[in-house]
Structure formats: C-alpha cells, structure tokens
C-alpha cells in the first residue's frame, strides 16, 4: 500500500536530500529527540534537527529494517554502524490530514548509541546554527 | 480491529500479571532491552526481562499512549514517571503464525530515562535471579 507522505519520506532519505523537509513537515511540526525530554517546536527547528540527524545517519549504512504503518501514524526501525556501535532506533511520523508531517520522534537503542548520537548531534548543531 | 495477541497482553499488562507471559511468548522468543545490544534469547530471559519491566513499570503511572500496528508487528508507545523522570518509549511485538510473541523489542527516551531504567532493571533482575 502506498503512501504519499511516507514515499516522500523515503526519496528524501536515499537521496539525502535534506532540503525537500520543507515541503514534507508542516508548519506546526515538533520534533522529540531521543536524549532530551522538551520537544522542538515549530517546522524551523523540526528541519534543523533533522536535517542534523540526516548528515550524521546518511554518511553510515543506515538503512529502515522494519516498517509499520497506521491511518495516520507510521513507525520505521532503522540500523546503522556509527564509529563501531551499532545503532538502532525508530522513526515515529505522525501525519496531518493534508499529508504533512506534524510531529517526527526519535528514539535508540542501545544505551551506547544514544550516548553517542547525543555527542555527534550536538557537534552537527554547534556547526549548523 | 481487534486482535488476539495484542489483546492478550494488554490484559496482562493491566492486571500486571506477569505468570501470563508462559501463555502470550513462542519457546524461541528474543527480547531486545533498550540498554544492551546483545539479544536475550529464549523464552526463558525473555519471561524475566518482562516480568521485571512490568514490576518496574507497573508501580507508576504507565499508560499506552500511541498504537501503530501491522500484519504481524505492533509498535505500543507508552509514557510513565519514574522518580520524577518522564520515561517515553515504545513496545516494538512481533508475533509468529500462531499469534505467539516471538519478538519483543524496547526502546526508552529521553538519556535521563534509558539511564534511570537501566539502574532500576539492574536492581530488579538481580532481586528476580
């Protein structure tokens, strides 16, 4: 079954192309990081994070592993390699009725790779800002 | 839409009966703990990681809050605080054929969270042992 906002999601991600989150998220869109509990609100920091979170996961073998979709919810598992540890996490997207991302949280596993996303994040931030 | 093995163990969950898990796990199950990479195989490890989140989880505030669910995958998001921490993660269930658990993967966010389920499972497995 095909959707819309999820087939975008995809084409953005192979082509690591950050710069199409401006059509995909929404203008009310929250990001939720998987080190800090207060959401990002508002689809200016929403792409600043995920823009981060692309640079840092595109240069590895990150690939989704498992995919499971709702009406308006979606959750993809992916796995990467990242300076030796291995990293898996979720993608939790939740769509608006047009289609637009309205709310994007991350969560890792194991404990050493939330350690370690949480220091290169904060690296790419520091450049991005 | 209901389901059988989600209805399974949401009513295990709600009674916080543990001693169900014998009926609602396959003999190969695997459980995935959000702190270490390295799988828990076996019904067996996999009955006492559970047993000991739900003893855990199950004196708070837990609730699911978000539920994603496919052909043979579930993703239940839940929330809770736990020593003034909130604890926001994902129950990621895979079933066999026969409606059995064969899967049972968790995830916590935010850091303050993974850590404070880490030194409190640790407490409860060497209790359990």
Not at 2 to 17: G, V, Y
Request: charged letters at 25%; aromatic letters at 6%.
């Amino acid at each position: 079954m095909s959707n819309p906002t999820l087939d975008a999601w995809h084409e953005m991600i192979e082509k690591r192309n950050a710069a199409a989150l401006d059509d995909v998220l929404a203008d009310d869109a929250v990001f939720h990081s998987p080190v800090v509990h207060t959401p990002q609100e508002g689809k200016a920091l929403t792409k600043l994070y995920l823009s981060a979170a692309i640079m840092v996961l595109g240069a590895s073998d990150f690939r989704y592993v498992r995919e499971v979709v709702g009406e308006s919810d979606a959750v993809l598992e992916f796995t990467c390699e990242l300076d030796g540890i291995h990293v898996n996490g979720v993608d939790m997207i939740h769509w608006n009725e047009a289609g637009q991302i309205d709310d994007f949280k991350v969560m890792i596993r194991p404990l050493k790779a939330v350690n370690l996303l949480h220091r290169l994040m904060g690296q790419m931030l520091q450049q991005t800002r």
